[in-house]
């Protein structure tokens, strides 16, 4: 949804949709935003949620400078960015949403601090409503790597788990700073070599990991016979507030892509019918299997990582080739268009020359744009 106005520097939106690309957005291009409307329909609990109110709070400690104006209802917010400061920072995530949904600002805002981020964040590790911090590690980190070319410095690490709806889990990102991003060409993905998964019990029986790798592996076996699935068993204070297990598999192709799935538990608010080891083995195999069947060089759940990276690169044509793009990616592109000014073209690979369609899986998509030239100028020259 483009902006509805725009006030000199300022953007104005409405509405509670796609908050986190906003600002992150704007963190990172030093315009302003308005969003008006938060959820003023909604009779109940009209204004932020609690969780978005953390990411804020999380950006505030980030930047040097920001100013942020909530109005009495919280359904309309003014946020004003300051400097990217990062440096050392410990921030209690809300157990509304997983950790997984602050680390995405922090990786796409964490190249270009002043200072290298070394982040401690507490709360809910594995949830159903964001990427774990599994997922992340192989998805996404595995995507920035390929932009910062030198990956020292750059760490995510689970130091205890904690499942929904409680947490009590916390996770260290830390990330090096960069001057430039570079421009990268990337359209081939590469066959997939082996699978690799964790699984992950806390306060509940170690049978039932073992139950679900039993299955996981199962369907794996019949597609790769290069499969290895690490069972994570928790207990004590190790093991946060709640009881759950669950499941994260990766898929690594020749060329370094990594394709990822989750799945997890429910929990008793969620379900009264507790869930079956077996069906969340199987569950997130075929999973897994729908998103290598969607191909492309990045999960879909980082393709608006991989367009950010390319509009911020150097002055150079970047090509990307991902699966169908997600309703997220997209509205991702259109922000990128409001924010930055910049605009990908975006197309089908051609077929081969005898006319057959070389693409495997789903029909792909090309990306290509020119980068801005993007560089930090927080960082200090060496």
């Known amino acids: 949804m483009p902006p509805i106005a725009q006030e000199g520097n300022c953007l104005i939106y409405r509405g509670s949709n796609f908050l986190k690309q906003r600002l992150v957005l704007s963190c990172l291009s030093g315009k302003p935003v308005k969003i008006t409307q938060i959820r003023a329909d909604d009779e109940q609990a009209p204004g932020l949620r609690e969780y978005e109110i953390s990411l804020i709070r999380l950006l505030d400690k980030l930047t040097n400078g920001t100013k942020i104006e909530l109005n009495t209802a919280g359904t309309s917010v003014m946020f004003s ?199 969340l083995g199987r569950e997130v195999a075929m999973r897994l299997l729908d998103e290598i069947y969607r191909g492309g060089c990045c999960d879909s759940a980082y393709q608006w990582l991989a367009a950010l990276y390319m509009a911020l690169g150097q002055k150079h044509v970047s090509k990307f080739q991902t699966g169908p793009l997600s309703t997220y990616t997209v509205h991702f592109l259109q922000h990128l268009r409001d924010f930055f000014s910049i605009t990908f073209k975006l197309e089908n690979p051609e077929a081969d020359d005898d006319g057959e369609d070389d693409v495997r899986g789903a029909q792909k998509v090309l990306l290509t744009c020119v980068g801005i030239g993007y560089t930090n100028i927080s960082k200090r020259v060496l």
């Open 81 to 279: 960015p300051g400097l990217l400061h990062g440096g050392a920072l410990q921030h209690d995530c809300c157990v509304q949403r997983g950790i997984g949904y602050f680390l995405d600002a922090l990786i796409a805002l964490g190249p270009f601090c002043k200072f290298p981020l070394q982040c401690t964040l507490r709360g809910v590790t594995n949830s159903r409503d964001s990427p774990s911090v599994d997922h992340i590690k192989g998805g996404a980190l595995s995507l920035l790597k390929r932009f910062l070319l030198v990956d020292e410095g750059l760490e995510l690490r689970v130091v205890r788990r904690g499942v929904a709806p409680l947490g009590g889990g916390e996770v260290f990102f830390s990330c090096p700073v960069r001057k430039s991003l570079r421009a990268i060409q990337f359209q081939e993905q590469g066959m997939v070599k082996r699978i690799r998964g964790t699984v992950y019990a806390c306060k509940v029986s170690p049978a039932m990991a073992n139950r679900t790798v039993e299955a996981a592996k199962g369907c794996m076996l019949k597609f790769l016979p290069d499969v290895y699935i690490y069972t994570d068993q928790n207990r004590g204070k190790l093991s946060g507030n709640s009881p759950g297990f669950g499941i994260c598999l990766l898929a690594e192709t020749t060329d370094g892509v990594c394709f990822a799935a989750d799945c997890i538990s429910n929990t008793r608010e969620e379900s009264e019918t507790p869930s079956i080891p077996e069906d």
